[in-house]
């Protein structure tokens, strides 16, 4: 059973910064995909980022292209989105995602596992 666990989210005031962490466990993740997706009240659904396990290549969101990376720790299982200069936009849950195919691109219908979420806030 894969199980993704994602921290770090809290209410941060415009212009500051946040990291999230995804932690997965359950099996080993070097041909998955990874992504991170947000949902805002009353917003469908939006890809950020994502990326792959084999040679770490990431894929942005144009809409946090230049304020959001994404990076992993192949050892530790875990990848993290750092995310800086952020807007009372960027307000929503996020949610970590995991594919076993190795996609990490925007249709969230490949993904098969997802974590809990975790509420990003940020105040004006």
């Known amino acids: 059973q894969v199980q993704l666990v994602e921290s770090g989210g809290g209410l941060v005031q415009a212009g500051g910064s946040l990291r999230l962490s995804c932690a997965a466990s359950g099996r080993a993740f070097s041909s998955y995909g990874m992504g991170w997706f947000r949902r805002a009240p009353g917003k469908e659904r939006e890809f950020v980022a994502g990326?792959?396990?084999?040679?770490?290549?990431?894929y942005i969101a144009d809409s946090v292209k230049g304020r959001f990376t994404l990076s992993g720790d192949n050892a530790k299982n875990t990848v993290y989105l750092q995310m800086n200069s952020l807007k009372p936009e960027d307000t929503a849950v996020y949610y970590c995602a995991a594919s076993p195919s190795g996609y990490s691109g925007s249709d969230y219908q490949r993904y098969d596992y997802w974590g809990q979420g975790t509420q990003v806030t940020v105040s004006s």
């Open positions: 990326i792959t396990w084999s040679g770490y290549s990431t």
